[in-house]
């Protein structure tokens, strides 16, 4: 079965800088696009950076562009997402996902596997 696993969610103070992994498992991953999520109750997930097969193209967030970045190793068929400068509005559960095709999507319905979710809380 495809498993999609996030780590390296926790607990970090204003400022502080966390970075999440997803391992995958179960499906070809060089051939998939990844994205990172995030969803905090009451709200629709939210696209938060996204990255091709390859690697060669990524996109982010307005409201995490140039804080967060995301990285994949497809040797080691896993997305990271580096989150520097971390701030309170940024906590939410941090969902990892593999598209439905190559290239970059930007929509949650575009993705076909999600993991289970890593929570982030940033505090002030």
């Known amino acids: 079965q495809v498993q999609l696993v996030e780590s390296g969610g926790g607990l970090v103070q204003a400022g502080g800088s966390l970075r999440l992994s997803c391992a995958a498992s179960g499906l070809t991953f060089s051939a998939y696009a990844m994205g990172w999520f995030r969803q905090t109750p009451g709200k629709e997930r939210e696209f938060v950076a996204g990255?091709?097969?390859?690697?060669?193209?990524?996109y982010a967030a307005d409201s995490v562009k140039g804080r967060f970045t995301i990285s994949r190793d497809n040797a080691k068929k896993t997305v990271y997402l580096q989150m520097n400068s971390l701030k309170p509005e940024d906590t939410a559960v941090y969902y990892c996902?593999?598209?439905?095709?190559?290239?970059?999507?930007?929509?949650?319905?575009?993705?076909?596997?999600w993991g289970q979710g890593t929570q982030v809380t940033v505090s002030s």
């Open positions: 996902a593999a598209a439905g095709s190559p290239a970059v999507r930007f929509g949650p319905r575009e993705y076909t596997y």
């Open positions: 990255i091709s097969w390859s690697g060669g193209n990524t």
